[in-house]
């Protein structure tokens, strides 16, 4: 198994500037896949002439955003910022969704500060023409221990709608059998149990999700370098729920690519930002990866290991810096 881990690259401006000649994206460039349909943009999400210069004259079906509410470092100042940033993109997603579509925002809570930005961002979004629909939960295996409160096991994702959009109930069904009987109630005169009226064998995931694996480095979706990457799992769930092939799906902060390669599984059409062109280059290197070997990610490796090999300059730094040796 091949061993080449990358440190987080949000955290170290030096490693990502190491990297940067090695990306086929600067700023405002749009790369157009001739073969599905993708598009990455590397830009702004709050540029509203970028983004519809990314769109066209397409308009998506769904948005699934997971923006990097980690950098605010939860501080009261810098909470306010947060949100108004994050209500320049709402208002640009709104706009470039069709008439009857469908949002999903991944979005943290910090219990130790009035769970911020999760709370002010939930009351930002009263201010908008989305309707709220449901607040998701997946819970991770691995959590944050303490001994003096709570374990830490939740991601929470907020689901909003613009419009009536399409929903397929059969996305929500997992891969978990039900065994037990149980919740009894009278159907057209007949007292029946779940067992008998579900339309399946396995349970509902709902509004809590206990069956998505978190991304860690054994898998093979695992994308090193990346932070706080989301289950492919979890994507392709909301794509399937949320929107038909060859639809436009969005993603306004690419990260590791995730949306991309769900969007690639499932037959949609993915239109991506992100600020940083390190990771719209590890978002198009997965892509092609996954075209090229049917691998989702790296497990151990990562997206820059041959360039890393080969440069003496990253090589030394590394080495000095994490003891990581190539």
């Known amino acids: 198994m091949l ?10 401006d030096e490693l990502r500037n190491l990297l940067l000649p090695y990306c086929r994206f600067t700023t405002n460039t749009i790369w157009i896949d001739k073969k599905s349909g993708h598009r990455i943009g590397c830009g702004n999400a709050t540029d509203k002439n970028f983004v519809k210069k990314l769109f066209d004259k397409d308009k998506a079906t769904l948005a699934i955003h997971d923006p990097p509410y980690n950098f605010i470092a939860f501080q009261k100042s810098d909470v306010q910022h947060f949100i108004e940033w994050s209500k320049q993109w709402i208002e640009i997603t709104y706009e470039q969704l069709k008439e009857n579509s469908s949002l999903y925002i991944w979005l943290g809570a910090d219990q130790k500060n009035n769970f911020q930005p999760l709370s002010a961002f939930i009351e930002m979004m009263w201010t908008t023409k989305f309707k709220s629909r449901s607040f998701i939960t997946m819970r991770n295996q691995r959590g944050f221990g303490t001994q003096k409160n709570w374990m830490s096991v939740r991601q929470e994702l907020l689901y909003y709608t ?11 069904y997992t891969e978990i059998p039900k065994v037990l009987k149980g919740y009894y109630k009278n159907v057209s005169g007949k007292l029946t149990e779940n067992m008998e009226r579900s339309k399946s064998g396995n349970i509902r995931a709902g509004n809590v999700w206990i069956d998505i694996q978190q991304v860690f480095y054994r898998m093979e979706e695992n994308v090193n370098g990346c932070y706080a990457q989301k289950p492919l799992k979890a994507i392709e769930r909301i794509i399937s729920a949320s929107s038909k092939k060859n639809d436009v799906i969005c993603d306004f902060f690419v990260h590791s690519g ?6 690639e599984k499932l037959i949609r059409k993915c239109f991506t930002i992100d600020i940083d062109p390190v990771f719209c280059e590890i978002s198009l290197r997965r892509l092609e990866k996954f075209r090229r070997e049917g691998k989702t990610g790296w497990q151990n490796s990562n997206p820059f290991a041959e360039e890393i090999k080969s440069d003496k300059k990253i090589r030394n730094y590394l080495l000095k810096k994490y003891k990581i040796e190539y």
Do not use: Q, W
Not at 162 to 172: D, Q, R
Not at 258 to 263: G, N, P, V, W, Y
């Open 162 to 172: 613009k419009g009536k959009p399409y929903f397929n109930v059969n996305a929500e």
């Open 258 to 263: 995730t949306s991309l390669i769900a969007a």
């Open 3 to 12: 061993k080449h881990p990358l440190p987080r690259l949000d955290k170290d």
